[in-house]
């Protein structure tokens, strides 16, 4: 019997997921905590005015560098009310797109390594601001979303309350809602 | 003389943004305040595994229902060693380029309404994550990043210290940095 047609372990998937592998990383992470420490990283170019690019490649995780086949690219730009081109999404409607996979992905990994199977999951969610604080027309006014509201729907057995805890897992979720240090630094050349 | 042919009032513009009607647009939310309140949405398909897809449209702002000509879409997926196809940047990549986007944005617009000009702005993101977090692993460690560095290189005769606090006026960098109430609420079918 050669090699190619040996049996291999069955990869048990729970909603798209391998939860073998799943089961594999969760036990080298507990062994060796180092493996959980990861660095992503993005670099972004301005295009004129407010249209920008951004693209993203490599980063550290799992003990070692990670690269990628090729760089994912993709612009941010303003809509015309905000005195942009309206030729990409803009950067508050990437934070929507954000929450939502991180939502979506950790609910449907954290739901596959206990075996709840997801059959189909949507979501719509809206962001409001005033922009009387991004402006700088008002420092009483927060410059970013004051609210964000997630509705999910969920095609499950699950009961909700408890999608909504797999949920809350999210990275982004934790990003967006709790306060983190940003550390901005500008260099400067003529 | 044809009207098509009539001296327009020349658009002043600089750093690429039409700093006349910047102008005009604070003078309009100043008279009316209301006018500055905007809402963002997004929508979102799972498509299996870490693979999922958003489509950002229309948003409420300077008060009214604004379209777009058509909506964008993009993706979101893992890479291998996250369980994922690698068919998209992640979302925590994506949170750092909304906020590359919007530092980026927000230091050329504040630029403009002062007359800086900027020639050129790169910028190069971190966004260190321990994924004991995200995976339940360890409750003491945070799920989403924990800490976020962003350098800019700009190209400008305008002190870097100043360059730092106009990107401030970022609504992404306030979204990041400081805490925001998110609800999230699901719905189950079946």
Redesign the interface.
């Known amino acids: 019997m050669h090699a190619q047609q040996m049996p291999q372990n069955a990869a048990t998937t729970v ?4 939860v073998t ?2 089961a594999e ?2 036990d080298a ?2 062994q060796q ?1 180092q493996l ?11 295009l ?5 690019r ?1 693209t ?1 490649d490599g ?1 550290h ?2 003990g070692q560098e ?1 690269a ?2 090729k760089p ?1 690219s ?1 612009s ?1 730009d ?2 015309p ?3 942009g081109g ?1 030729k ?19 609910m ?3 739901a596959a390594s206990r075996g709840i199977a ?1 059959k ?19 420092d009483q ?21 408890q ?2 805890e797999l ?24």
């Open positions: 909603n798209g997921v391998d592998a799943l990383t969760l992470i507990r905590p959980g420490a990861f660095q992503f990283r993005a670099s972004n170019t301005w004129g005015g407010g249209l920008n951004s993203i980063f995780g799992a990670q990628r086949p994912f993709f941010a303003e809509p009310v905000l005195l309206d990409a999404a803009n950067p508050v409607e990437f934070v929507l797109h954000a929450l939502a996979a991180c939502l979506t992905t950790t449907v990994y954290h997801i189909t999951v949507s979501s719509e969610l809206e962001g409001d601001i005033d922009i009387r604080g991004f402006t700088g027309l008002s006014v927060r410059k970013g979303y004051h609210h964000v509201r997630v509705k999910l729907r969920v095609e499950s057995d699950a009961p909700a309350e999608l909504v949920a809350k897992f999210s990275p982004v979720y934790d990003i967006v809602s709790n306060s983190l240090p940003v550390e901005v630094t500008v260099e400067t050349h003529r």
